[in-house]
């Protein structure tokens, strides 16, 4: 649909965003800020044990503390039955959800939710928890992927059973699934190559680390309805998992979604709302919960922690003859890895003849995983992406040059089957060897060693249904009603489409994040997929406002509507163009032209289009200490038609800020109890801006033809290739290749140390 | 006729087949046809009447979004691959 002669005059231009003054003046409203008459405050008992049987638990003391008014326990929830229920753009099992947010018969990871408190105070609930008295038989525990898939492994979960295995069993494993893709011949493939490596690494599990804790507040009214305002990836995903984990109707649930201080995934699913709101139902008060950054860490949900093997052939042409991965990711303790992904992705970006690829998703006695930037794909790439460097390097061949020979293009089968439509991921290889950073020469540092690492990335993108209206207001401007929280600056493009397709400034154009009964149903702000199909709900929204204007005009004209037109946001009549009017001038008339416009869209888009990247970075590492020091990064990437390229850059550097904490320092580090031990960003430890130079990026614009304006999802892909090319800067730099994340300092100087 | 690609942990349903032709006017017909070839083969990607939620089905290179109903049109080539979201 798209074309690349479109020629735009608001999309591809760079405006303010209309949530920008809010935000910098901290008038901008989060779901902690959230304060109604009456108000209690909640707080969660949690786990000191990464696995153990509740014997029992009493909270008379708790309830018998003056300003305590409600607590819940798992006896509180409605008894649900195992299975996989389809929740719009997820697959939930509600018994595990339920488990998850309040324990039934076991504890499965240290901070695992046990009871909750509302009290009329944070300090009297804070107190309160301290008063349930829970009596534990602690069970031994597993929290690594390769010891926990062993026979005699501490089972988790009693009633899991291998889905997607080639033969059924009933036996109890931590093995909740098996994924396989296969195609050609491996014997023939590494038979046919010069040159084959095998490596195994090892991936720790890392946290989202947004800066916004998880938050809600519920009101449950005695009419049996309820509304929650909570920091959300998606309102109606929030609104559907809490009906069907309280087994009431979803629509008696109005989820208002507050401003969001980061997701990245993490807030897809809920894990406060539904205590909130009970504690509310037995109170009879509104209920406010917020979580500590503790909390945020040892329960909600970080990506898993990985053991990867792979095995590659190539030729002395430079061509890949085998591939073959085997990878086991952590769920945490209920089904649910990324692994699935994981395996479609990791050899995404090539074309390969032979290949074979094995996945499995292991239950441990960690918080349940939950999506994290392009989910699966980050580990998957460390992997991949080292051990093509490696057979480029023996091979003598520049690694962009490897992949420029081994890159998918349009027709290339994806590792899992189907043939790409239109790609750039070459073009991302083209204009990362093209870029001044890799022609020019490596800085030199002062007693460190320097080296330059380049790695490739894929995501897919997503679609999904959403829904938008536009409404003209008397003025002539517009605003944009959709129902995706706006995390990466969806406002700002939602408006943008609209103004585009109305003739107006992006200014004109007020965007709007709706409740769950103030717009159609959308599904979650995540899979890169807002700009794209919420973009598309806009754009169709918008076309159907302009359709509704030229109506109105010729109404006004007394002329036939086929016989008006509506270009650069002013409509005139096609047999008589004395006759024209802006769509200011029409604004004003529209009482006598038949009433209000208000153009509206649900739609559930195909056409994704998914996204490549090619990064490179120099990075001089300390012989001493091991510490790596990242000099320069520059991120190419596919992304369609960039609609606000100041936001598409900012999710680029985002996510590579996260890569490069992810690459060298995070990590969930858990004690022989099983008890984390950094459970606060002082341990834990995230990048700053003193750790990173500017991140500098290059956008390959090549339009996705599945969408009216070209766009695809940008979000994602660009966390995919800094941990890999940074390892392979650290190897170009000290000769060592890095098979563990992080690649912290202590590692670091360790494999110097072994390699002298 | 359709070319459907059978996903690696299937083949044993196909003797080791890694792909077949089917045929059917919607994904439900096909996959239906399917079974017949392959007994066993709708329950591995068909759940309470629609497809499981862990399975996507690309047609021609697209992730579908019709579920059972989707139009399978003449000569296509089918994959059934894992259902993906996104963070």
Known sequence: ?756 | MATVFIPALLRKLTGGKDRTSATGATLRELINDLDRQFPGFRDRVVEHGDLAGSVAVSINGEVITGGLAEPVPTDSEIHFVPAIAGG
């Open chain 1, 1 to 756: 649909m798209a074309t690349q002669e479109a020629k735009f005059k608001v999309i591809g231009t760079r405006p303010i965003r209309h949530d920008g003054v809010d935000k910098v003046t901290g008038r901008a409203r989060y779901g902690a800020d959230i304060n109604l008459p009456g108000l209690l405050h909640g707080k969660v008992l949690r786990s000191p044990h990464a696995h153990a049987r509740i014997k029992s638990i009493d909270v008379s003391a708790a309830a018998a503390l003056p300003g305590v008014k409600a607590v819940i326990t798992s006896a509180d929830f409605p008894k649900l039955k195992s299975g996989v229920v389809p929740l719009g753009e997820l697959a939930m099992n509600p018994l595990y959800m339920s488990m998850n947010l309040l324990a039934h018969d076991k504890v499965l990871y240290d901070g695992h939710a046990v009871a909750a408190v509302a009290a009329t105070s944070p300090h009297i609930a804070e107190e309160a928890v301290k008063l349930i008295k829970v009596e534990y038989e602690v069970l031994p525990h597993v929290q690594d992927v390769r010891s926990a898939m062993k026979e005699d492994a501490p089972i988790l979960l009693p009633d899991v059973r291998t889905s997607g295995a080639p033969e059924k069993s009933d036996k109890q494993t931590n093995i909740a699934s098996q994924v396989r893709f296969a195609r050609g011949d491996l014997d023939v493939g590494f038979k046919a190559a010069d040159i084959v490596v095998e490596r195994e690494f090892n991936t720790a599990m890392v946290h989202q680390g947004y800066i916004e804790p998880h938050n809600a507040v519920a009101q449950y009214n005695a009419d049996g309805q309820a509304t929650i305002w909570t920091s959300t990836q998606g309102a109606f995903t929030a609104r559907d998992q809490c009906g069907l984990v309280l087994g009431i109707p979803a629509s008696s649930i109005k989820v208002v979604p507050a401003e969001i201080g980061g997701g990245f995934g993490g807030k897809i699913p809920i894990y406060l709302e539904p205590l909130a709101l009970l504690l509310s139902k037995k109170s009879g008060k509104p209920v406010k919960l917020v979580m500590s950054r503790g909390e945020v860490l040892r329960a909600t949900g970080p990506t898993p922690g990985s053991h990867i093997r792979v095995k590659m052939g190539a030729n002395k042409a430079g061509k890949i003859t085998a591939a073959q991965v085997w990878m086991a990711y952590e769920a945490g303790a209920f089904p649910g890895s990324p692994v699935g992904a994981g395996c479609m992705t990791i050899l995404a970006p090539y074309d390969l003849e032979n290949l074979q690829i094995d996945g499995f998703d292991v239950l441990v006695n960690k918080p349940k995983t939950a999506a994290y930037r392009a989910p699966g794909a980050t580990n998957a790439a460390m992997g991949a992406e080292t051990v093509i460097d490696e057979l480029a390097e023996k091979l003598g061949i520049d690694p962009l040059e490897f992949r420029r020979i081994n890159g998918a293009k349009e027709g290339t089968a994806q590792p899992a089957g189907p043939k790409y439509l239109r790609i750039g991921y070459l073009e991302t290889v083209e204009a990362a060897k093209n870029s001044a950073h890799y022609k020019s020469p490596l800085p030199k540092v002062s007693g460190k060693l320097v080296g330059r690492g380049v790695a490739s990335g894929f995501w897919f993108n997503a679609g999904f249904q959403s829904s938008a209206t536009v409404n003209i207001n008397t003025d002539g401007t517009a605003n944009v009603v959709t129902g995706s929280p706006d995390i990466g600056g969806s406002r700002a493009s939602c408006a943008m489409i609209a103004a585009e397709v109305l003739g107006l400034k992006a200014e004109e154009v007020h965007p709007v994040v709706a409740d769950t009964e103030s717009i159609g149903h959308t599904d979650m702000t995540g899979g890169s997929r807002v700009t794209f199909a919420t973009g598309y709900a806009v754009y169709e929204a918008a076309q159907d406002a302009v359709n509704q204007l030229k109506q109105r005009a010729a109404t006004l004209w007394k002329a036939k509507p086929e016989e008006v037109v509506f270009q650069d946001g002013v409509v005139s009549r096609t047999t008589n163009g004395q006759e024209s009017m802006s769509l200011k001038e029409l604004a004003g008339k529209l009482p006598r032209a038949g009433g209000p416009v208000g153009g509206r869209a649900s739609v559930n888009p195909r056409g994704v289009g998914p996204a490549f990247a090619t990064h490179v970075v120099d990075v001089a590492v300390d012989p001493e200490t091991g510490k790596v020091d990242i000099l320069r990064y520059t991120a190419t990437q596919d992304v369609g038609k960039a609609v606000h390229p100041s936001y598409v850059e900012g999710q680029m550097q985002g996510a590579v800020a996260q890569g490069v904490g992810w690459a060298l320092n995070e990590e969930y580090f858990y004690d022989e109890k099983g008890t984390l031990r950094n459970a606060g960003f002082l341990d834990y430890r995230v990048p700053t801006c003193l750790d990173l130079p500017m991140i500098e990026t290059i956008l390959i614009e090549v339009p996705n033809p599945g969408h009216p304006i070209g766009i695809r999802g940008v979000g994602e892909v660009p966390i995919v290739p800094p941990p890999a090319a940074i390892a392979n800067a650290i190897y170009r730099a000290v000769g060592v290749r890095m098979t563990e994340l992080p690649m912290s300092p202590p590692k670091v100087a360790k494999a110097v140390l072994e390699k002298k």
